[in-house]
């Protein structure tokens, strides 16, 4: 599975937001995307950050992570328990 910043569609968002002062709200992580000049790729992922403040760019970098390889949550079962 390749790392957010080897996707060929994804700029390093790193670079992008290195000019962000943090705490930072999702709008403004867009506008400095923006403002970059970042590819439209690269905004439409920022636009689907959930709506907080992030502490820094690996919060940023996390979330962007999850959003591409959500976590599929497993089924627990007890013992003797079958599938449905």
Do not use: C, K, N
Request: glycine share 6%; aromatic share 4%; hydrophobic share 40%.
């Amino acid at each position: 599975m390749a790392d957010i910043d080897t996707m060929p569609d994804m700029i390093d968002i790193r670079q992008v937001l290195a000019e962000l002062s943090f705490p930072a709200r999702r709008w403004q992580a867009i506008a400095e995307a923006q403002h970059y000049g970042a590819p439209g790729a690269s905004v439409t992922e920022l636009l689907g950050l959930p709506l907080r403040s992030y502490h820094g760019i690996e919060e940023i970098v996390d979330e962007l992570r999850e959003q591409r390889h959500p976590r599929i949550p497993t089924a627990t079962r007890t013992h003797g328990e079958r599938a449905a």
